[in-house]
């Protein structure tokens, strides 16, 4: 079986820029999470979404920053623009119906913002 | 405002001794605790997980303990093993309704020396 799916796997761009990080969850799964992970906060929830509904969004950092799910196997996380504290892994993870707890990642996204 | 806390940035133990990791954590909603292991430019690997409802959770080498009343969780490997060297993460999570709050400590780096 396939895992979690990102792309690209490494991204550099500049300031200002849009950045489009794309995710295809474990197919079957009902929950689909967007994390970031930087040295100095962690590994932070942005935003999860159930059956493609956005539930949570209270860690999405700014309005720079938008997620959507158009269907059960693919989302997006947008940046734009995007600014160099942007710099940091994102990281995708999906977790079926009876477990939304128990999440499975992807390699993540590391993304340089110059 | 961390809510979740691994104030061990690093641990070094001799293969076949025991590796304690902890993690405390300051929301007395959290019902459910999970330990992620990590390794280099992979994502998160799920390991074991604990309901609050219990006080300790064994699958295999590893056990996980919960101390509800210290809000102190502990993740033992018994033997350790050169290949448990990775971080070790350890996550929360807390019911509001029908949605989920995630948390994930900073993670400490764990190192089993031959």
């Known amino acids: 079986d396939a895992g979690v799916i990102q792309s690209p796997r490494h991204e550099v761009t500049e300031m200002g820029q849009e950045v489009t990080l794309r995710c295809k969850p474990i197919s079957g799964h009902d929950y689909l999470f967007w994390y970031r992970q930087t040295m100095m906060r962690g590994l932070e929830l942005l935003i999860y979404?159930?059956?493609?509904?956005?539930?949570?969004d209270s860690g999405m950092p700014e309005d720079r920053f938008s997620a959507k799910m158009p269907n059960a196997s693919f989302s997006t996380l947008k940046i734009q623009p995007s600014e160099p504290r942007d710099s940091a892994v994102y990281f995708c993870?999906?977790?079926?119906?009876?477990?939304?707890?128990?999440?499975?990642f992807g390699p993540g996204t590391r993304l340089l913002v110059l | 405002d961390q809510q979740v806390k691994q104030n061990s940035p690093s641990l070094s133990v001799q293969e076949g001794r025991i590796s304690i990791l902890n993690c405390d954590y300051t929301?007395?909603?959290?019902?459910?605790f999970l330990w992620y292991k990590k390794y280099p430019a992979e994502g998160p690997t799920f390991l074991i997980s604990?309901?609050?409802?219990?006080d300790k959770n064994e699958d295999g080498r590893f056990t996980v303990f919960l101390n509800k009343s210290a809000k102190h969780l502990s993740l033992h490997i018994v033997p350790s093993q050169p290949g448990d060297s990775a971080v070790y993460f350890c996550?929360?999570?807390?019911?509001?309704?029908?949605?989920?709050?995630?948390?994930f400590g900073s993670g400490t780096k764990l190192n089993v020396k031959p």
């Open positions: 993870a999906s977790s079926p119906r009876d477990s939304k707890e128990t999440q499975y």
């Open positions: 979404f159930n059956n493609n509904v956005p539930i949570d």
């Open positions: 604990i309901s609050s409802i219990k």
């Open positions: 996550a929360a999570s807390a019911s509001y309704g029908n949605f989920n709050k995630f948390y």
């Open positions: 929301n007395s909603m959290f019902d459910y």
